[in-house]
Structure formats: C-alpha cells, structure tokens
C-alpha cells in the first residue's frame, strides 16, 4: 500500500505525491482527465498495489505488460484501487479512447 502522501492515477498507474497532482495533473493524462483543472482525488488512488520503475518504458517488458510502453518513465503502480467516474468514463468513450480499469477487474 502506499504512503499518505502518494497517489496512482488511475487510468495509467504513475505514482506521485498529492501536491504533484494537484500542482501539474497527470503527466500521462492530462489531456483526459484534466486534473489540474478539475481535482486529483476522483481520478487518482492512494490505495495502489506493487511498485514498479521503469526507465524506458518503450522497450520494457514489464511496461508492456502494464500497458504503460507509451507512457513517460516513472514509478507505476501494478493495481490501482478503484475506477474512474461515470462522467470521466463517458468523457473518454466521446474522444474514442476506452478505458480499462486498473484494479485488476478487466479481462484480457
């Protein structure tokens, strides 16, 4: 589990502190979930599960098989406790994007 000062993101699992979201959002997904605008706490988790490092994400094994080999190298998360609101979720399917929670309920 994590500390109290750190928070996963819960659409692509980077951990930072609670000032690092509410400062600058989500490096990975900003764009998305708009978290400098809106809020850290309905899109981020300090419940998360295993640490991983990853220095290049691209051409990591492990970042393929977290799905972050597109993300920025970063600590991550290798479950995220918790799912995204309804409205965020909606929001995501209107851009085309499909959301697959981190919690370790999504089938592969």
Partial sequence: MSSR?????????IIQ?????NDNGCPNC???LKIADEGY?????PAFEGLVAV?????SWVGKWL?????????????VNGKLP?????????????????DGSALD
Avoid: H, W
Wanted: hydrophobic content about 30%; charged content about 20%.
């Fill in 5 to 13: 000062t750190e928070r996963a993101c819960m659409l692509c699992g």
């Fill in 55 to 59: 220095g290049d994400p691209a051409n």
């Fill in 86 to 102: 309804p409205s965020v979720v909606q929001d995501m399917e209107e851009q085309g994007l499909t959301y697959r929670p981190r």
């Fill in 17 to 21: 502190t609670t000032q690092q979201f």
């Fill in 41 to 45: 706490a309905d899109v981020t988790s």
């Fill in 67 to 79: 799905r972050i080999n597109n993300f920025i190298p970063g600590m991550y998360a290798v479950k």
């Fill in 30 to 32: 900003e764009s998305i």
